[in-house]
């Protein structure tokens, strides 16, 4: 996409956009016509953009002895750009970027370089700083691109900031969208809060609270500013969990969209909420404090051929005892949040 406004309007639209996972092979190496099959299946799963180099794409692909961030962000840049070219439509590629400023800041200029549009900016690096600090580093990343904020749970590296956190940093200009997900329901709120109490109306709000995604996206917000109430949706999701069953995930937040244009929210939604959660806590290994999460989400792609083998770059990320049963009882509880018949058909074409 070309500018800043066009960014913001797609975001605000709400988007489905899955976080890319990384395809290796049974020694441990890149799979390029896999990487490049799972970028074509998100975008004609109707997906609103693709987030590269972020925790489901492994940290690990940074360092030196794996040299694999540079090409895993050109691969997908290239796909997502083919792609789109021959089917035009609004999209977003976002990079992550993450450690201290030097390093924040080449991987920003890296993303730029390559074509991505915003980088989700991780602050994992910075938990000891003030948060002043933080902010400083938010604007110096900020002036080589459009951000989305990021606001991780502790449980797996991040840490919590304040209602001053949010209202300064949704002052930052370009500041696109922010990702909550803080898995906490007060820590959700008080970024929501911050977004109204800064004046933007500009910046999407997108859950990471992949523990309570449906409930997230249906609730309205509504806080004072200035005398006034102002209401905000959270209006899309940018979720590891989406990285597998797309197009089932596209639909679901379609469904929502409507649901959320009517006077009444009906019961069922909150047993799809529930059904999605239970899902999540396969997927995502939650009853071993998520230790199998990103093998989780490649066990489910492998099933459907979309990834060669599970292998992650760190030998000891493997699948937590239990849970390939775990992924078999949810995937049958819950036909109508899977999309197996979709990848099926179109599986041999992506992997062209």
Known sequence: MENSDSLRSHLLAGQAIPALPLALDENRKLSEPHQRALARYYIDAGCGGIAVGVHSTQFEIREPKHGLFQPVLQIAAETMDASIAANPRPFIKIAGACGQTPQAIAETVLARDLGYDAVLLSLAALNDQPEASVLAHCRTVAAELPIIGFYLQPAV???????????????????????IAPFNRYQTLEVIRGVIAAGRDDIALYTGNDDTIVTDLLTPFTFEHNGAPVTRQIVGGLLGHWGVWSKAAVQLLEAIKTARTLDQIDVSW????????????ALFDSANAYAGCIPGILEVLRRQGLVPTINCLNPDEALSPGQAAELDRVTTAYPDLIDDDFVAKNLQNWLR
Request: net charge positive.
């Open 157 to 179: 590296g991040g840490r919590v900031f304040s209602f001053d956190f949010w209202s300064k940093f949704a002052a930052i200009p370009t500041v696109l969208a922010i990702k």
């Open 270 to 281: 909150l047993q799809r909420a529930a059904a999605v959660t239970d899902m999540n806590a």
